[in-house]
């Protein structure tokens, strides 16, 4: 298949400071690592280019360019520039009714590496969130799990200091987070999660191997105990290219006429 200019949103900003051939760039790699262009298609020529995007041949050589050493497109001569990429035969997925033996089973065939581990004046924003006093002590933990040694998600946690006393940076490594909350005595019962999408900054950019700028799914959750407090607040930068969000939905009464879509199941993991 060869994309064609008329099918896709052909606008670039020219009054953002993103240069034109990274926004050009930026606008074909969404495209693939979304699914819409797929192994084997080609992208219009720089020609091509030109004309639907207001760019010079050179500025869209470049984008062409930073897709080929990316190693998504593969660029030859007379052939023009054909996608390479391949989505993975599966996603990391998971089921949120069952988020404990998820993230068990999510721990065996993936790896964490602690980034960073400390106890810090709680964030105002957090402390909203945790219900915690200007100033109080929490534990903040930065992590990255992999899976076949490629980086798919950047943590950011905060916990009450009195639960995150109870184990150390190396108890993070080697068990789910939610598990050495419950081993505190604490239950789990509960979360309450939003979801968006959000571009990378240097600092995720760097720890998830991806330009800056590149689209990511962020996922921010307060998890609560048995008795409706908060006992971690946490944020998730997921690479969309090897992660999904899973939701099951049912019909309910909305109470008139109409009936409505309810969310049973949403699939997510730390």
Known sequence: MTLSAGTTDTT?????????????????????LSGSLVQGDKLPSESVQESTYGVSRI???????????EGLVTRERGRGTTVSYSMPPSNVSADFSGLMENL?????????????FEYLPVPANVGDVLGLEPGTIVQKAERRRSKDDRPFSHIVTYIPE??????DRQDLTDQPILKLIERSGRSVADAEQSVTAVAADALTSVILDLPQGAPLLKVNRVVRDSDGLPVQYIEVFYRPDLYQLNMRLARVDGGSAERLWETREIGTVE
């Open 12 to 32: 670039l900003d020219t009054s953002n400071p993103t240069p034109l051939y990274h926004q050009l760039y930026l606008l074909f790699r969404q495209r693939i």
């Open 59 to 69: 500025t869209a050589k470049r984008a062409m360019d930073e897709l080929a050493r």
């Open 104 to 116: 068990i089973a999510i721990g065996a065939t993936t790896s964490v590496e602690v980034l960073s």
């Open 162 to 167: 009195d639960i995150g006393r109870t184990f």
